[in-house]
């Protein structure tokens, strides 16, 4: 019998403006174990903004995490309540946003150089949840960049009781380098996640950073409890579809990318009918065919038709036309 793998061990990085609920669900059509989070949520987004609009969301998307951004232990306890009753899975801490605008509101990658601030909050967000709640940080930031500096904070946060992290194997450079830049300009190191995994072997040390592919989940999975997926989840989403045969164990086969979008359509037809526009859904699927012949044709159509008034799913089958009746590759197992 093959035994259940918890669902950080692959999971879907937040990533503001992409991983929001349409993308979810989409992500749901391609794996059913992987761990997916939100995008970053503020605590005053949610306390004062729409709160369905920023916790809502499909009961299909489960396993799922809410990543909230903030510092005020207060307003991260009644966030954490909020997420509870909403039913999420996981509520984690973003402390490794580089923006500007993020580290003005004192949240983010910032935090690492406060770690007594994450332990108030860590222990705040404990107190109003059985749920688990995750940290996720860099390695370091700007000249707090030392392996001393980076365990200290881990210590600190552990002991208001965290028990995973999930450590993007980058520092960030909060003046000078742009997110974007932050994302590229400092050099991986999962050498120092690799140490601290070793010198934190009781906790759950989820690596971020540069994984592009499956097989190389597989590879960091030798020595990391968790790996999680970025960027390349969201531009080349099928990257995810044999992440439940190959990460999870589960004798399934993988979905091709035709199978994918046709179960996404029910979802996307409820949508239109709320009144949603085509484009805020299918946006999410540009990458899905990325390489394949049609691939051209098929974001094409849904970029340039699927945001005017009244577009519908007859878009997204024309958009289909080149995939119909073609045999896609098996994926080997990896």
């Known amino acids: 019998m093959i035994r259940a793998l918890p669902p950080y061990t692959l999971s879907v990085a937040p990533m503001m403006d992409w991983t929001d609920r349409h993308c979810r669900v989409f992500h749901r059509t391609l794996t059913k174990q992987t761990l997916l989070y939100t995008e970053m949520v503020t605590t005053g987004a949610i306390l004062h903004g729409d709160r369905e609009r920023h916790l809502g969301f499909s009961d299909v998307e489960h396993p799922l995490a809410l ?35 993020v580290s003005s509101g004192h949240f983010g990658a910032c935090l690492m150089g406060t770690p007594d601030v994450v332990a108030r909050a860590v222990e705040a967000m404990k107190a109003a949840t059985s749920l688990p709640v995750t940290v996720k940080h860099r390695i370091g930031i700007d000249d707090l960049d030392s392996y001393e ?92 579809s044999a992440a439940d045969r190959d990460i999870f164990g589960e004798n399934v086969p993988p979905v091709s990318r035709l199978e994918a979008i046709e179960a996404f359509l029910p979802y996307v037809a409820e949508q239109l009918a709320a ?60």
């Open 149 to 240: 500096h980076l365990t200290h904070f881990i210590r600190t946060v552990e002991a208001a009781g965290c028990e995973t992290f999930i450590v993007h194997a980058r520092k960030a450079w909060l003046s000078g380098l742009s997110p974007k830049e932050n994302r590229e300009i400092p050099p991986l190191r999962y050498d120092v996640v690799e140490r601290v995994k070793a010198d934190f072997p009781h906790l759950t040390i989820v690596l971020n950073g540069g994984i592009q592919t499956v097989e190389q989940a597989q590879e960091a999975l030798t020595w990391a409890d968790g790996v999680m997926i970025g960027r390349a989840a969201y531009q080349e989403p099928f990257v995810l």
């Open 67 to 101: 990543q909230l951004g903030g510092s005020d232990a207060a307003a991260l306890a009644e966030c954490t309540r909020m997420a509870t009753d909403y039913g999420y899975d996981e509520v984690n801490l973003n402390c490794g946003c580089p923006s500007d605008r």
């Open 275 to 334: 009144g949603q526009p085509l484009n805020r859904m299918m946006k999410h699927t540009l990458g899905l065919f990325a390489g394949q012949p049609g691939a051209r044709h098929f974001k094409r159509t849904l970029s340039e038709q699927g945001h005017k008034p009244g577009a519908g799913l007859e878009v997204v089958q024309e958009a289909l036309e080149p995939f119909r009746g073609v045999q896609e590759p098996v994926l080997a197992e990896g």
